[in-house]
């Protein structure tokens, strides 16, 4: 167990070095931030002065120690571009991201599951084919044409939601909602569907075929024997049964809706944080660049290292190799 | 995990086979299979069609949609289907804000989408399939650093991968040459971004292999570790590779198309599918449909053709699935 524990966690903290490794070269590297900071009439007795108070005179080995001291007190400094502290842009941005983020994962879990029951129970129905084609189309699709094609037919051909932005949201002091409003509500349908059309079919394909090979086992043809309701042997012993893998995969796919969010905000002009980071790499702005990779970067490994210890805690087969892969 | 990478650790495990000549393929399981099922045939009409059209792209096109001298402003907005009543030219899919025709942008755009596409591919293949090799060959310390980075890489999504090292090499290269050199700075980035799968694979053959007698006799002979290597092992671990570079290569074009679309891709003066995307997006709220949409559907028949020839180039060649 710890020896499993161990070597996931030196991995994580691996993944976290490498990551700041690259932020921090991009600093090192892009450009002289003295420069930038004091323009062109500065004396060379300025300019010695501050590069003493940034820490820029040290050895490049106090310097990046200073760097992930920072970092890890969420420290990355002014943005090049807006000339604010980047933690600030990144907090405000945070509640659109999440609750976009948030809505669409719902949205994906709970139709995804639906309809992978669905086409797993019905399986020959002209419905369960009809879905089952539709998923793989949309597969094929790339997510911002999916939000684009959707503001296309729902905003402008038939004017019914809106095609950008947030609607109206209500501050509640340290989180920005827009999930109070009913602007605020409309404006999200889009973007979460499109944000959450990508994970629902995944969801409801794995449904389908863990449920198509659960429901051939012969716990279940035993419990149709003893007389019990469809309803009960398909949904409290099949489903049961189903969710483990399913469950699996919806916690690693938090990451990648994150990492979505990109995509749509671009789309949706939303103002969250994947919007921020688009911007910034337009623009090459260092410091929301390197404050990004880096908070992504904690998001994968804190949910890859959740979902290892996860596995380990639910397989007892791991256990009993003494934690080896 | 995504389900592109589901679509490739499938494919890991094909047994290699030996390749036959003009007639044994013809009566082979792949071409039996590709005659029984017309949406495969479609997809590859659909695949060649697009492919001929993007390579012969300066002869089919009505003008050279780069060259001002060939565009007339006073044609801006001609809906599609229409002769332009200032210059008598006719707009098979509509013109936009400078008179340039869409169908000529699309042919164009589907050069460069392409051009990336294949090219990112084969960067990833080479890369992929040399380090699966040395991995899988020599074993030790070195299989050791090559599995643990493509673990590290696995953790995150492709395209947010490709996202990051885009951003990355364009903020350690001046400003200035941004523009001129995106095409490769691209191709680099959804290339580096996509090689895990192919390393995984080969790797996992080359083991196979490594074990089986012909290369002991291989090296009973005394050929050196190089030739036994390339010429040997190499052709016996291909087929995976070049399945899951079928399926990479609609899934690069997605990337490349995702990425233009967010303004980090391909510049305006050079647009690809997703750039053109990008610039209609602006006209949809003004009634310039066309713009938008044309484009979006070549690249909406481009992924997905490329796509279902994609999986059932696995299918077929995956004895587990038959």
Sequence with gaps: MLAFLIQRVLQAIFVMFVVALISFSLFHYVGDPVLNMLGQEATEADRAALRAQLGLDQPVVVQFWNFVVNAAQFEFGISYRSARPVTDLILERLPATLELATISAIFAVVMGILLGIYTALRRRSWLAHFIMTASLIGVSLPTFLIGVLLIYVFAVELGVLPAFGRGETVDLGWWDTGLLTTSGLRSLILPAITLGLFQLTLIMRLVRAEMLEVLSTDYIKFARARGLSKRVVNLRHALKNTMIPVITIIGLQLGTIIAFAIITETVFQWPGVGALFITAVRFVDVPVMAAYLMMIALVFVVINLVVDLLYYAVDPRLRAQGGGK | ?322
Excluded: C
């Design chain 2, 1 to 322: 995990m995504s389900q592109e990478v589901d679509k490739r650790n499938s494919v890991a495990n094909i047994a290699p086979t030996r390749p036959g000549r003009l007639r044994t393929f013809l009566e082979s399981d792949i071409v039996y299979s590709w005659k029984r099922q017309p949406v495969v045939i479609l997809a590859t009409l659909v695949t060649l069609v697009m492919f001929a059209a993007a390579l012969f792209a300066p002869w089919i096109a009505p003008q050279n949609p780069f060259d001002p001298g060939q565009l007339d402003l006073i044609d801006a907005f001609t809906p599609p289907m229409t002769t332009s009543e200032f210059t008598g030219n006719f707009y098979l899919l509509g013109s936009d804000s400078q008179g340039r025709d869409v169908f000529s942008a699309i042919l164009y755009g589907s050069r460069i989408s392409l051009l990336v596409g294949f090219a990112a591919v084969i960067f990833a293949l080479v890369m992929g399939t040399a380090l699966g090799l040395l991995a899988g060959f020599r074993g030790g310390w070195r299989d050791a650093l090559i599995m643990r980075i493509a673990d590290v890489q696995l953790t995150f999504p492709s395209i947010l991968m490709a996202l990051l090292i885009f951003g990355v090499i364009r903020g350690f290269l001046p400003r200035s040459m941004h523009a001129e050199v995106a095409i490769i700075v691209l191709i680099i980035a959804i290339g580096l971004s996509d090689w895990v799968q192919y390393a995984r694979a080969v790797r996992g053959a080359t083991m196979v292999e490594k074990s089986k007698e012909y290369v002991q006799a291989a090296r009973v002979i005394g050929l050196p570790a190089r030739k036994i290597l390339f010429l040997h092992i190499l052709p016996n671990v291909l087929r995976p590779v070049l399945v899951i570079g079928t399926i990479g290569l609609a899934l690069a074009i997605i990337a490349e198309a995702t990425l233009s679309f967010l303004g980090v891709g391909m510049p305006a003066t050079q647009p690809s599918l997703g750039t053109l995307i990008r610039v209609g997006q602006d006209y949809m709220f003004s009634g310039e449909w066309w713009i938008l949409l044309f484009p979006g559907v070549a690249l909406l028949i481009l992924a997905l053709s490329v796509n279902l020839l994609g999986d059932w180039l696995r299918d077929v060649l995956n004895p587990k699935l038959r």
